[in-house]
């Protein structure tokens, strides 16, 4: 998305956001500049794409009719009940609305242009509540060099394809229809649907490999509910840990299981014994089970039943 579609978008969020009533239409083509210059068609048609951009990542727009001197017209406004996130026990439900203001607030050429768009509603006689925009400050920081072009591509809702590397480190092209951008304890995620596999996938966006490209046209697909996206997001991510488990890894093999480790002491010839933190048996012995040979659980006793079991299915598999 240019900058300055990005910026046009940043102050219709503001100038909705921050006034207690119905903004009309004329108004609000008054304050944003952009929308100034362009013919009542070109306006018309500009201003319904912002707004489908807006409500796209999760941003619900309520409609009403309000008086003006063009008579009675059509307002809006976002509620910022509507629009401030859940509490914390809803963290992943954190949506792609976060991306825009920890992107754009970032640049200071966009934080005066905000403090520009506050004004004018001021001079136009519309009054704003600045302490709404509490909502949009910026607390968490987006440095994945993938955030920029997969956020683009949520809002335009294009597929794309990037090379991903897993847990386990192994590597693949994967082609996606984005849904969601999301926060999970200090990091990004992707929440969309994996068109190889043909399931919905949760993608860690520090683990993306290279550049982001486009797979497809722009609103190729839809995107579910936004209720429907929180849940399925909620149920992709992994368990909070609970509990340690004792892994035996071979020296210079398992570094995803080794980063996550919260100690580790070499034991035979070529082997370390490392502590790690899980919540999930079933997820950390799907992990565990995918290094083969290089990894053995040793605790808990549950543990080492599930991660056997994971690789008889494997040789059984194998065998046919």
Do not use: C
Not at 97 to 105: L, M, P, T
Not at 240 to 261: E, F, H, Q, W
Not at 267 to 281: A, C, K, N
């Amino acid at each position: 998305m240019a900058p300055r579609t990005t910026e046009r978008l940043m102050n219709l969020l503001i100038a909705l956001l921050v006034t207690p009533t119905y903004l009309p239409k004329s108004r609000i083509r008054e304050v944003i500049e952009p929308y100034r210059g362009q013919s009542d068609t070109a306006f018309d048609r500009m201003f319904e794409r912002d707004k489908e951009s807006l409500r796209t990542i999760g941003i619900t727009i309520e409609v009403g009719e309000t008086e003006s001197y063009h008579g009675v017209e059509p307002g809006y406004r976002i509620r910022r009940e509507e629009f401030e996130l859940p509490p914390i026990d809803l963290e992943p439900a954190e949506a792609a609305v976060i991306g825009v203001a920890a992107r754009v607030w970032q640049s200071a050429r966009l934080g005066e242009a905000t403090a520009v768009a506050l004004r004018k509603l001021l001079a136009a006689g519309v009054p704003v509540d600045p302490e709404a925009l509490s909502g949009v400050e910026p607390r968490l920081a987006a440095s994945e060099p993938a955030f920029e072009p997969i956020w683009e591509a949520v809002v335009s809702r294009t597929p794309v394809t990037f090379l991903y590397e897993r847990a386990d480190g192994a590597r693949a092209q994967r082609i996606v229809e984005p849904w969601r951008l999301v926060s999970w304890h200090g990091r990004w995620y992707l929440v969309g649907y994996d068109r190889d596999r043909a399931d919905q996938r949760l993608f860690r966006l520090s683990r993306v490999v290279g550049d982001v490209q486009p797979a497809g046209a722009p609103h190729e697909f839809d995107v579910p509910d936004d209720a429907d996206v929180r849940e399925i997001a909620a149920s992709l991510f992994p368990a909070p840990p609970t509990a340690d488990a004792v892994v035996r890894v071979r020296k210079g093999r398992g570094l995803g299981l080794r980063r996550r480790a919260t100690k580790q002491e070499p034991t035979e010839d070529g082997w370390d014994l490392i502590q790690l933190p899980y919540g999930s048996v079933g997820e950390l012995a799907t992990e565990i089970a995918s290094y083969g040979a290089d990894a053995v659980a040793v605790s808990p006793a549950e543990l080492r039943t599930e991660v056997r079991s994971r690789l008889a299915r494997v040789l059984e598999v194998a065998e046919l």
